[in-house]
């Protein structure tokens, strides 16, 4: 379905597929299937989903979506945040928040600007995120920078419920998406390194 287009409100053509549901079974089942769609040059946004009780009857709000809305919090913004790609995916344990991407001195943040740097060749990008953790067991988690579908740089996230500061640099040599997850609790929508205006 990631390659089909069909009519969209005003009869012209759209993606068939908006997002790609997350967070209700397993995690690398799930993550592989939408990175393979991501490599493929799709730009399938990740959303949470509960399939209650359909998939489990354990509790609603197993996958959670949390997206950044400028304004007035109501449905229209907050449905155009998760379009945009302005959003996380999460089991409500982990949370990670302000994704940006520095080049020099500029500064974009995710789910603007398409969610795309533009390169004219390889450069060092920065990539910084607020991120916090909370287990009752108080198990820290890795973040990990994802390039492409592999961890390039990772970090150890404490689960004290604090949020932090983490920055990662990356140079990237294609265009390439990039993102970041801690395995199996969250997971950033990627940003769209374009490198020499090649797809």
Not at 92 to 98: A, Q, R, V
Not at 152 to 168: H, I, M, N, T, Y
Not at 169 to 186: D, F, G, L, Q
Request: hydrophobic share 40%.
């Amino acid at each position: 379905d990631a390659t089909h287009e069909v009519p969209g409100p005003n009869g012209k053509l759209v993606p068939a597929l908006d997002f790609i549901r997350t967070m209700d079974t397993d995690r690398t089942a799930e993550w592989n299937m939408w990175y393979h769609v991501l490599n493929c040059g799709f730009r399938i946004r990740a959303s949470g989903e509960t399939d209650f009780p359909c998939i489990s009857g354990e509790r609603v709000g197993m996958g959670r979506v949390y997206a950044k809305v400028d304004g007035k919090l109501d449905f229209d913004q907050w449905v155009q945040a998760l379009a945009d790609g302005r959003n996380y995916v999460s089991d409500g344990t982990t949370h990670l928040m302000d994704f940006t991407a520095t080049v020099g001195d500029k500064v974009t943040e995710l789910g603007t600007k398409r969610s795309e740097i533009e390169l004219s060749k390889e450069a060092e990008v920065t990539f910084t995120v607020k991120a916090a953790r909370w287990l009752k067991s108080g198990q820290a988690g890795q973040i990990e920078l994802i390039v492409n579908g592999f961890p390039v740089a990772k970090e150890a996230l404490p689960a004290d419920g604090k949020v932090r500061d983490f920055s990662f640099k990356a140079t990237i040599p294609n265009s390439s998406w990039v993102a970041i997850r801690v395995t199996p609790s969250a997971h950033t929508n990627p940003f769209f390194v374009i490198v020499g205006n090649q797809p």
